[in-house]
């Protein structure tokens, strides 16, 4: 297997995970004070990363690269896992899961829009795969709480 396969495989395993902890602490706090905690535990490991890098930041990232990367971590980590915390609190994790990994499909378009890739018939037929298995797995009804 290659290293980016294992890489990949290796982030669905953990962001599979991370829905289960949700739910659980989504029973004892809200999903703000869950993201903030999700966050402030994240801190010390990004610590240990810049300590241990062998470059300096400054001498590894351009200013306009760390504005791209400020971006991503405010649209992901922060705002998108809200929300996606927010989808667990009120759907449950079976249900809100799915939606979230409707990612690819927003990808694809703002990657076509925005950074002129193009969209093979290949990665069509995983959109489409993905939006199908989403329409099933909403469309069942949602036992009463």
Do not use: D
């Amino acid at each position: 297997m290659f290293y980016g396969e294992a890489f990949a495989l290796t982030a669905a395993f953990l962001w599979g995970t991370a829905p289960i902890f949700v739910r659980k602490g989504l029973s004892h706090a809200n999903a703000s004070v869950g993201v903030l905690c999700g966050l402030s535990a994240s801190l010390p490991l990004m610590a240990l990363v810049f300590v241990f890098h062998p470059h300096s930041v400054t001498r590894v990232i351009s200013p306009q690269a760390a504005l791209w990367f400020m971006a991503a971590g405010i649209s992901g980590p922060c705002l998108g896992r809200m929300f996606n915390y927010l989808g667990v609190a009120y759907l449950g994790a079976t249900k809100s899961t799915p939606l979230v990994n409707t990612a690819p499909l927003f990808t694809a378009v703002f990657s076509l829009l925005f950074l002129h890739e193009h969209i093979t018939l290949k990665i069509l037929c995983g959109i489409l795969s993905v939006v199908a298995g989403v329409v099933v797995l909403t469309g069942q009804n949602r036992p009463e709480e």
